[in-house]
């Protein structure tokens, strides 16, 4: 079966290296760049007549700061999975773009294999859950703070909590909706009326959910647990 197209975007202040690693990421044959730039104003310019799968996003971009990017992206194009590529490892900044909904964190020092390991994991529509990425899902649970503390009591059923499993576990809606014996529309408007019941703005808010509230213990929070 031919290897799907993957459709590139990239945005970071920096001209060299966007085009490095334009360069680099043209080496591989079902990968294509078709935009890159430094300033946001463009990029959802670009975006209108472009078809994107998956952005790559520096922390630096002009027009706005990186969370106004995020949550305008989220707004407008809901599909385009982004990955952001930062030398930054601050906890609070990674768990803060987090909850904008971002795929991937990747650092720049990491070796360029990461990067693309990332890019296939999310093209298929799965959450990059390196190292980096899972110590910030437990950032407000490190630092003792609880988004939850204070609200009312929310009830998830028992086949609610095992498609947050299923979800921590890096399943597909395919591989949920198979699991569950559902179909995959169904198992998209579970996931959908989930996010409202415990006002969950992505993905990463039912896992940090999940997390918060025990319905998920992984074995090893410092372990890889992505499946290449």
């Known amino acids: 079966m031919?290897?799907?197209?993957?459709?590139?975007?990239?945005?970071?202040?920096?001209?060299?290296?966007r085009k490095t690693l334009k360069s680099y990421l043209s080496e591989h044959k079902n990968f294509t760049v078709v935009l890159q730039t430094s300033?946001?104003?463009e990029l959802f310019d670009q975006l209108s007549r472009s078809t994107v799968d998956i952005l790559l996003m520096g922390i630096a971009?002009?027009?706005?700061?990186?969370n106004n990017t995020l949550?305008?992206?989220?707004?407008?194009?809901?599909?385009?999975?982004?990955?952001?590529?930062s030398m930054s490892t601050d906890m609070d900044l990674i768990s803060s773009m987090l909850e904008s909904?971002?795929?991937g964190y990747i650092c720049k020092a990491d070796e360029p294999e990461e990067l693309i390991n990332a890019i296939r994991v999310v093209s298929e529509d799965r959450i990059y859950r390196n190292?980096?990425?899972?110590?910030?899902?437990?950032?407000?649970?490190?630092?003792?703070i609880s988004p939850y503390a204070n609200e009312r009591p929310i009830l998830v059923n028992e086949r609610e909590k095992k498609m947050l499993q299923l979800i921590w576990e890096e399943k597909s809606n395919k591989e949920i909706a198979e699991t569950l014996y559902l179909g995959v529309r169904s198992i998209e408007k579970i996931r959908q009326d989930l996010k409202e019941?415990?006002?969950?703005?992505?993905?990463i808010g039912l896992i940090k959910y999940a997390i918060n509230k025990g319905i998920v213990i992984p074995s090893d929070r410092?372990?890889?647990?992505?499946i290449n």
């Open 131 to 144: 190292r980096l990425f899972t110590e910030a899902l437990y950032w407000n649970e490190q630092t003792r």
């Open 39 to 41: 300033n946001a104003f």
């Open 2 to 17: 031919p290897v799907s197209l993957i459709h590139l975007a990239i945005i970071d202040e920096h001209v060299l290296f």
């Open 61 to 66: 971009v002009s027009g706005f700061n990186a």
């Open 101 to 103: 909904g971002i795929y």
């Open 71 to 85: 949550d305008m992206i989220r707004t407008r194009y809901p599909s385009l999975k982004v990955i952001v590529l």
């Open 197 to 203: 019941k415990i006002g969950a703005r992505s993905t």
């Open 222 to 226: 410092h372990s890889l647990s992505v």
